[in-house]
């Protein structure tokens, strides 16, 4: 991002500089040089700045950075991970739609998806993600506009096979959406393996010091968009006077129709504060992201080990259900976020987890603290007994999201917490 430097000196003359960090432009407005100008952009909002409410210079750096690191042609943040979730499916579906999701999705994804979606006349329909290519397929239905899963489930942490899911998807001529956010694009980059978009909470991973909330939608610019299921892209928007977004946009056209439409309506759309914030966390992205995954082998193998522990889930570690497929799709490390079950239950659970003392128990997942969730008791709290197993939570089942201690102090921890109990 370009600014002027200013002329201070007699005889000095500006030049272009380029600041060290991503600037913070606080403001909601911008300044035109003719009301010709304001209405052109009203008519198409590409082409200049109109609001804070869906557009930020400096929101929009980082939307250029994340779109390159997932190898898409555009990014559009959004104020939170569930905007996100929200709006990659409104962008696609309308009253009468169905679409397809996993299971194994985040608790607060499953009632946005099974609630509030069904509110709005939106039907999902989830599948296990287990499910044999026949199983799915025979979930789809004529209506069926989406199909959406986690590359690593929150906190169920089974892995997606993206091939598998893409494959069905395409064959329906639908989308294949895809949760990313706790590999990142570091660990797995979604799109290669077929994958139509790709959205972030970035409050985990991507921002990483837990300072601020934000999601973030990226398109791939892979999806023919005209292949007939899906005219509000190929037919005139009205509310544009006319505009085709498959003509205008081309390959961006998912993109650019989530913010002309979506982002202009609900203006779910982060500060500039908070994108000069998740820049700081992306700089140092792929750095944290090869220690979490360091600590996160030891500590899951120290809990393997554990008499007190009935089972670990943390796909980095040989015996787990989903090793395979970890080989393939994150072979450079499964995150830092293990799933266990500590023998005796609820109870037990809930004692272990009050004895830590260097581990936070927090409604937060993915810092660089260590911290640590009842998801029975928090995040999936208001699921049926029936979704919770269908989301692979048991009462004793604790989330543990390794941080960037040493990891002998994490280890430490543990080991008092255990002695507790």
């Known amino acids: 991002m370009k600014i002027e430097t200013q002329c201070l000196h007699e005889g000095y003359t500006p030049k272009n500089a380029e600041p060290r960090v991503v600037p913070i432009v606080q403001s909601t407005t911008y300044v035109y040089d003719s009301t010709d100008d304001v209405a052109a952009v009203f008519d198409d909002p590409t082409k200049s700045l109109i609001y804070s409410r869906f557009e930020n210079p400096t929101v929009m750096a980082v939307e250029a950075k994340i779109a390159a690191l997932e190898g898409g042609v555009g990014a559009m943040c959004t104020s939170s991970g569930q905007a996100a979730s929200l709006c990659s499916i409104l962008n696609i579906c309308q009253a009468g739609d169905s679409f397809i999701s996993a299971a194994t999705i985040y608790g607060g994804t499953v009632n946005l998806f099974a609630v509030t979606m069904k509110k709005l006349g939106i039907?999902?329909?989830?599948?296990?993600?287990?499910?044999?290519?026949?199983?799915?397929?025979?979930?789809?239905?004529?209506?069926?506009?989406?199909?959406?899963?986690?590359?690593?489930?929150?906190?169920?942490?089974?892995?997606?096979?993206?091939?598998?899911?893409?494959?069905?998807?395409?064959?329906?001529?639908?989308?294949?959406?895809?949760?990313?956010?706790?590999?990142?694009?570091?660990?797995?980059?979604?799109?290669?393996?077929?994958?139509?978009?790709?959205?972030?909470?970035?409050?985990?991973?991507?921002?990483?010091?837990?300072?601020?909330?934000?999601?973030?939608?990226?398109?791939?610019?892979?999806?023919?968009?005209?292949?007939?299921?899906?005219?509000?892209?190929?037919?005139?928007?009205?509310?544009?006077?006319?505009?085709?977004?498959?003509?205008?946009?081309?390959?961006?056209?998912?993109?650019?129709?989530?913010?002309?439409?979506?982002?202009?309506?609900?203006?779910?759309?982060?500060?500039?504060?908070?994108?000069?914030?998740?820049?700081?966390?992306?700089?140092?992205?792929?750095?944290?992201?090869?220690?979490?995954?360091?600590?996160?082998?030891?500590?899951?193998?120290?809990?393997?080990?554990?008499?007190?522990?009935?089972?670990?889930?943390?796909?980095?570690?040989?015996?787990?259900?989903?090793?395979?497929?970890?080989?393939?799709?994150?072979p450079n490390g499964c995150s830092g976020v293990i799933s266990f079950v500590i023998k005796g239950g609820r109870s037990t659970a809930v004692k272990f987890m009050d004895s830590l003392k260097l581990a936070s128990n927090e409604v937060h997942v993915a810092d660089i603290r260590t911290c640590v969730l009842h998801p029975a008791s928090a995040t999936h709290r208001q699921l049926t007994d029936e979704q919770l197993a269908a989301a692979g939570i048991n009462g004793g089942m604790i989330r543990f999201s390794v941080g960037l201690e040493n990891v002998e102090d994490i280890l430490d921890d543990l080991k008092q917490a255990f002695a507790q109990i």
């Open 123 to 330: 039907e999902c329909i989830f599948v296990s993600p287990d499910a044999s290519e026949d199983e799915i397929r025979a979930a789809f239905k004529p209506n069926t506009k989406a199909v959406f899963g986690e590359t690593l489930a929150n906190p169920a942490l089974s892995v997606f096979d993206i091939e598998k899911f893409a494959k069905i998807a395409h064959e329906n001529d639908v989308p294949l959406i895809v949760d990313n956010t706790f590999p990142t694009p570091v660990l797995c980059r979604p799109i290669e393996y077929g994958a139509d978009i790709v959205i972030h909470s970035t409050s985990k991973y991507m921002d990483g010091h837990a300072v601020q909330v934000g999601g973030v939608i990226v398109d791939s610019g892979k999806f023919n968009w005209a292949n007939g299921k899906f005219p509000e892209f190929t037919e005139p928007d009205e509310s544009y006077h006319g505009l085709v977004y498959t003509e205008a946009y081309g390959n961006a056209a998912y993109i650019v129709k989530a913010r002309m439409q979506l982002m202009r309506d609900f203006g779910c759309y982060p500060s500039a504060q908070s994108g000069f914030y998740l820049n700081l966390g992306l700089e140092t992205l792929a750095i944290r992201m090869q220690r979490y995954c360091e600590n996160a082998k030891i500590v899951s193998e120290f809990l393997e080990a554990n008499d007190k522990v009935e089972s670990v889930n943390y796909p980095g570690l040989s015996s787990n259900k989903y090793y395979d497929l970890a080989q393939k799709y994150l």
